[in-house]
């Protein structure tokens, strides 16, 4: 089981970045698939989920901001992230669940500086 992120970088506030999570190794669109991140000094927050069906998660401080989605044919999940904020600034991981076992990527860092 592999899940490989990718897309993150230094952001101005206010700009875009879409991140990306590569699955493989699992039956991915069996799979609940979650965007979390970490700061340091501070527990991992989930950021979006998006169901094996599609159904999709987010929690309120990116509300209308970040969009999940997943592209079964191609094992991947997304994060398009708009109107970034300072505070946005963070390792992002994604994990896939099952509903048994779960799996985590090896994060990504998304930097908002001007």
């Known amino acids: 089981v592999q899940l490989v992120e990718s897309g993150g970088g230094l952001v101005q506030p206010g700009g875009s970045l879409r991140l990306s999570c590569a699955a493989s190794?699992?039956?991915?669109?069996?799979?609940?698939m979650t965007w979390y991140r970490q700061v340091p000094g501070k527990e991992r927050e989930l950021v979006a989920s998006i169901g094996s069906y599609g159904g999709t998660q987010d929690v309120d401080s990116v509300k209308g901001r970040f969009t999940i989605s997943r592209d079964n044919a191609k094992n991947t999940v997304h994060l398009q992230m708009n109107s970034l904020k300072s505070e946005d600034a963070a390792v992002y991981y994604c994990?896939?669940?099952?509903?048994?076992?779960?799996?985590w990527g090896q994060g990504t860092q998304v930097t908002v500086s001007a």
């Open positions: 994990k896939a669940w099952s509903g048994v076992t779960e799996n």
């Open positions: 190794g699992f039956t991915f669109r069996s799979y609940a």
